[in-house]
C-alpha cells in the first residue's frame, strides 16, 4: 500500500517510483512508537492541508495502529518527528489545534497553521478514511482560529471503522468530535465516548453541521455538548438530502447557549439541535439511551434570537419540501429533563416562542413517523417558559406543531410511558405536559389518535413493562424482527440498541503487524 510513497523533506509524502500511476494509492498511518505515529498523523494532516507533495492524489488512508494525542505519555514530553532531519523535531503542545506553538497557553499567540485537523481551513477532505478498528484517544482541541474537529470539512468524503476515545473541544464555531462540517459524505461504524465539546454555532456530538449523506452504524457514549443556536447529541445542524440509521447514544447532555448575532431560531435535541430537512431526512433505528438533560434557551436582552426550542430527539424540524420526514424505529430511553427557556426571566417583548417536547420540539411540515417508543424516568420534568403573550408551548411528544402550510403529520405506533404518580415536590412533571401532542393521543376522545400513552405508578413497573414492549417488538410480524433490539446494559440499567449497530465490530486485527488490507481494484 505505502510502495512509490514515502516521507520526504519535512513530511512530504513523494512518490518516488516512476510509471505507477494506475494503482489503488493508500497510506497507512499509526506505525511506528507512540511519537512516531503522532507524528504521521501530524505530517498527514499538514500534507493534505498545504496540498503538499502528491499528499491528495491518495486515494486512501489506513490506521495500522493506536494513536494517543496526549502531551505526555509516562511524564515525559513528545515530540513531532521531521522524518527527513531529527534536528528539526519539536516539542508537542498537546493542543491538535496548535500542536508546535499553543502561545504558552495564552491561544491569542497560538500559531494555528500546522493544525492537525484535516481538513481544516476549507482544504476539504475529500477521499477514503478507514480507521481499521483502531483507536484515536485523548484528542485536546482548543481553538479561536475556526471550527473544530478530527476533520475539519469532508466533502463527499468516506470515514469508516474508527474508534475514538476521549475528545475534549473548545472552539468558537462549528465542532464535533469527528467532523465540524460534512457535506455529500459517507460515515459509519464509528464509536465514540467520552466527548465534552464547548462550540459556537452548530455544535454536535459527532458533527458539528451535516449537509447531505449518510451516517450510520454509530455507537457513542458519555457525551456532554454546548453551542450557540444548534446543539445535539449526534449534530448541530442538517441540512441537504440526509439518512441517519442504526445510531446508540448513551448518556447525553445536551445545551444550546443564546446568541446575539444571528437572531436565527435555538434549538437543542438528543440527535440534532436544527434540522432543516427540505431536501428530504431519513431517520431510522436509532436509540437514544439515558437523555439527562437536554436544554435550549435564548436572551431577550441580547434582542436577536427570541425563539427556543427542545426536544429528546430533534429541538426544531422545519421541512417545507416536497418529502415528508421520515422516522422509524425510534427509541428514546431514560429522558430526564427537557426545557426550552429564556435565561433572564425577562418576560414581554414581541415575537417569542419557547418549545419543549419528549421527541420534537417544534414541527414544521410533512412527516411520517412509526414505531416510536419513549420512556421518562420517574422523575422526568419537561418545562417550556419566558416566552411573549404566553406562547410557551410543551407536549409529551410534539412540543409544537406549525399549522400555516397544513402539514400532514402521519403517526403509527408511538408509544410513551410515564410516571402517573409523580412526586408533589416535582415541578413540571411529564404527566401534566399536554399541548400539540393532544391532537395525537389516542384516547375516549380521540379513538383514531396514534399516540397511546402507557403511564405506570413506580420506576420498577415502568421498565418492565417498556421492556416487554420492545421485546415483543422482536417477535414474528413484529417491527423489529429484522434488527431486533438487545440489552447491552443491565436490568437495573437498560441500555438498549439495534442488534445491527451492535454488531458493528470495529476490532482491528489480532495482529496489528499484518493488517488486514484489501486493494480492491
Keep these: 500500500d505505502n510502495i512509490g510513497y514515502d516521507y520526504f523533506e519535512n513530511g512530504t509524502i513523494t512518490n518516488n517510483k516512476i510509471g505507477q500511476k494506475d494503482f489503488k494509492k493508500a497510506i497507512t498511518l499509526g506505525n511506528g512508537n507512540a511519537d512516531e505515529a503522532l507524528s504521521e498523523w501530524y505530517w498527514f494532516a499538514n500534507g493534505w492541508n498545504n496540498n503538499n507533495g502528491d499528499t491528495r492524489s491518495v486515494d486512501e488512508f489506513r490506521l495500522v495502529g493506536n494513536i494517543d494525542f496526549s502531551k505526555q505519555l509516562n511524564g515525559q514530553d513528545r515530540y513531532i518527528i521531521d522524518f527527513s532531519n531529527n534536528g528539526n523535531n519539536k516539542i508537542y503542545t498537546g493542543n491538535y489545534a496548535a500542536p508546535t506553538n499553543n502561545g504558552n497557553g495564552n491561544l491569542a499567540n ?7 485537523i484535516v481538513g481544516a481551513n476549507s482544504k476539504e477532505f475529500s477521499v477514503v478514511f478507514d480507521g481499521s478498528g483502531y483507536t484515536l484517544g485523548n484528542v485536546d482541541i482548543d481553538t479561536t482560529a475556526g471550527a473544530a474537529g478530527i476533520f475539519g470539512i ?12 476521549t475528545i475534549d473541544i473548545d472552539s468558537l464555531y462549528f465542532a464535533g468530535a469527528l467532523v465540524d462540517w460534512a457535506m455529500d459524505s459517507y460515515i459509519s461504524n464509528i464509536n465514540v465516548k467520552n466527548v465534552d465539546i464547548n462550540g459556537g454555532y452548530g455544535v454536535g456530538g459527532l458533527i458539528g453541521q451535516i449537509g447531505g449523506g449518510q451516517i450510520s452504524n454509530i455507537a457513542m457514549s458519555n457525551i456532554k455538548v454546548e453551542g450557540l443556536e444548534a446543539a445535539g447529541g449526534l449534530t448541530g445542524f442538517t441540512g441537504g438530502k440526509l439518512t441517519i440509521s442504526d445510531i446508540t447514544l448513551s448518556d447525553l447532555w445536551v445545551y444550546q447557549k443564546p446568541e446575539r448575532a444571528n437572531g436565527n431560531d435555538g434549538g437543542a435535541g438528543g440527535l440534532i439541535g436544527y434540522a432543516n430537512a427540505y431536501d428530504g431526512i431519513t431517520i431510522e433505528n436509532v436509540v437514544l439511551n439515558q437523555i439527562h438533560e437536554v436544554v435550549a434557551t435564548f436572551d431577550r436582552a441580547m434582542g436577536q434570537q427570541l425563539w427556543a426550542s427542545a426536544g429528546g430527539l430533534v429541538g426544531i424540524l422545519v421541512n417545507g419540501g416536497t418529502s415528508a420526514s421520515h422516522f422509524e424505529n425510534i427509541i428514546l430511553n431514560g429522558i430526564g429533563k427537557i426545557e426550552a427557556k429564556e435565561i433572564n426571566n425577562l418576560v414581554g417583548g414581541a415575537n417569542s416562542q419557547t418549545q419543549a417536547g419528549g421527541f420534537i420540539g417544534s414541527l414544521s411540515g410533512d412527516s411520517n413517523t412509526q414505531n416510536v417508543y419513549l420512556y421518562f424516568n420517574d422523575d422526568s420534568t419537561i418545562k417550556a417558559s419566558g416566552a411573549s403573550n404566553n406562547q410557551d408551548y410543551v407536549g409529551k411528544f410534539y412540543g409544537y406543531v406549525g399549522t400555516y402550510n397544513n402539514p400532514n403529520v402521519s403517526l403509527n405506533n408511538v408509544n410513551l410511558y410515564y410516571n402517573d404518580n409523580p412526586s408533589p415536590s416535582l415541578a413540571n412533571p411529564i404527566k401534566d405536559a399536554n399541548s400539540d401532542s393532544s391532537d395525537y393521543y389516542d384516547s375516549m376522545n380521540n379513538p ?14 415502568g421498565k418492565e413493562t417498556f421492556k416487554q414492549a420492545l421485546e415483543k417488538q422482536n417477535n414474528s410480524g413484529g417491527a423489529f424482527e429484522s434488527n431486533k433490539i438487545v440489552n447491552i446494559g443491565d436490568d437495573s440499567n437498560p441500555i438498549y440498541s439495534f442488534e445491527q ?3 458493528s465490530n470495529i476490532t482491528p486485527p489480532t495482529d496489528s503487524n499484518t493488517p488486514n488490507i484489501d486493494l480492491g481494484n
Design 110 to 116: 497560538a500559531d494555528y497553521s500546522d493544525a492537525m
Design 154 to 165: 469532508a466533502n463527499s468524503a468516506e470515514i469508516k471503522n474508527l474508534a475514538i476515545d
Design 448 to 461: 383514531n389518535g396514534q399516540i397511546f400513552l402507557n403511564p405506570y405508578a413506580n420506576a420498577t413497573q
Design 501 to 503: 449497530t451492535t454488531g
